[in-house]
């Protein structure tokens, strides 16, 4: 089933993007452009990444940083 008309992406792809690590309609929407057009899909990827599982979320939730200083990264 069609999540995003406008770039023809399913409820599987966003599902797949999701496993591999999209936590939020902002991710999924860098992976494959869903919800950057008309944005009528986004209450709908919303609904499909629900409160599953997300490593970044979990420390959210836990009230940790979840972003990488840059200069650790380097």
Excluded: N
Excluded at 29 to 58: F, M, Y
């Amino acid at each position: 089933m069609y999540v995003c008309s406008c770039f023809g992406v399913t409820e599987q792809q966003v599902k797949q993007h999701a496993e591999d690590g999209a936590c939020t309609p902002r991710q999924i929407a860098s992976a494959c452009k869903a919800g950057t057009d008309c944005g009528s899909c986004v209450r709908r990827i919303q609904a499909i990444l629900g409160r599953g599982a997300c490593p970044r979320r979990e420390l959210a939730d836990q009230g940790q940083s979840v972003l990488t200083d840059l200069a650790d990264a380097a």
